[in-house]
């Protein structure tokens, strides 16, 4: 079946240093991949996605890009902030498994000032 | 402009009662769907629904019961509730199950078992 590994965390940064969040994939179709934020006490919001090889998803300073060959989407972003302290959930929806979102185990982000 | 909202926010219950977690979406959504999130296991599907009147089982549904009367609203019901069903639960909408669009999650029911 499909699944989604990420790195665990927690992630502990500076304020401006680069982040990182690894994520690989396995899946049986062709799936659209999306990365999903978590604020503390909050639920979980769309970060960005792509839905194709190549695409770049991008926001609020975040980039992934969709790379089929190496079953990977990793986030990233150049200068972290204290408000980014957050937990990240990487995710899929497969057509094959009738377009059901399937995540990762999340990694938390903490942004020390 | 509510997007997803999910009754209540906390609850505990005692072994064996019975509860009704609400959801409800204002976006005319088709798709909908519930998720338990425990900590180290990310999140992980109980029950999800394409449209009114028609419900399916997600990787984890013993224990859960669902029904989809209308489009706006997509109850999870506990039968008799476990210690193992201590969880945060999120309710998500989605405009269609196809593979590109976002979910929009509601901000969670904390529930706990006694």
């Known amino acids: 079946g499909d699944s989604v590994t990420q790195m665990e965390g927690p992630v502990t940064l500076s304020e401006e240093a680069f982040l990182t969040i690894n994520c690989t994939y396995t899946?049986?179709?062709?799936?659209?991949l999306f990365w999903y934020v978590q604020y503390p006490g909050e639920g979980l919001q769309l970060l960005l996605k792509?839905?194709?090889?190549?695409d770049k998803g991008s926001n609020k300073g975040f980039e992934a890009t969709y790379r089929k060959e190496t079953t990977s989407f990793h986030l990233e972003k150049g200068s972290v902030q204290v408000s980014d302290s957050a937990v990240y959930f990487c995710?899929?929806?497969?057509?094959?498994?009738?377009?059901?979102?399937?995540f990762g185990g999340g990694t938390r982000v903490l942004v020390k000032p | 402009n509510a997007g997803v909202t999910q009754t209540p926010k906390f609850q505990v219950l005692k072994t064996g009662q019975s509860m009704t977690l609400q959801c409800a979406q204002d976006?005319?959504?088709?798709?909908m769907s519930w998720y338990r999130q425990d900590p180290g296991m990310g999140l992980r599907l109980i029950h999800y629904?394409?449209?009114?009147?028609?419900?399916d089982q997600g990787e984890v549904p013993n224990g859960y019961n669902v029904s989809r009367s209308t489009t706006e609203d997509f109850p999870l019901r506990l039968l008799s509730a476990a210690p193992s069903q201590t969880s945060v639960y999120f309710c998500?909408?989605?405009?269609?199950?196809?593979?590109?669009?976002?979910?929009?999650f509601g901000s969670g029911t904390r529930l706990t078992v006694v």
């Open positions: 998500a909408s989605s405009l269609s199950s196809g593979t590109g669009n976002g979910y929009t």
């Open positions: 899946a049986t179709g062709y799936p659209s």
């Open positions: 792509a839905t194709k090889a190549d």
């Open positions: 995710a899929l929806s497969d057509r094959a498994a009738g377009n059901k979102l399937t």
């Open positions: 976006m005319n959504h088709e798709y």
């Open positions: 629904s394409v449209g009114a009147g028609i419900t």
